[in-house]
């Protein structure tokens, strides 16, 4: 999913739960988008413009990118992150 289509469902209030991890290949955070479909619901990662899985470099940016489009509440997973506890 790219950032237009998740504009339009975060303005329509079709997402559900918006989930942050972070990734250790990438050494960023992907996003994860749950939202209502007429069948149930949906998962789907934000991508880039031009295919693949959006990176971002720090968590701030995340958090900047999706208030811009209204969701200012997220689930982080930092599991992988150098310095963060096992579970």
């Not at 998740?6 to 250790?24: D, I, M, P, S």
């Not at 007429?38 to 990662?45: I, M, Q, Y």
């Amino acid at each position: 999913m790219q950032l237009p289509k998740l504009k339009v469902l975060a303005e329509a209030g079709a997402v559900r739960e918006v989930e942050v991890n972070h990734e250790v290949a990438d050494s960023g955070w992907t996003v994860q988008v749950t939202y209502a479909t007429r069948h149930g619901e949906r998962c789907e990662a934000l991508e880039r413009q031009r295919g693949g899985a959006r990176a971002f470099a720090t968590l701030d940016a995340v958090a900047r990118t999706l208030a811009g489009l209204g969701l200012t509440t997220f689930r982080v997973n930092a599991a992988g992150l150098a310095g963060a506890a096992a579970p």
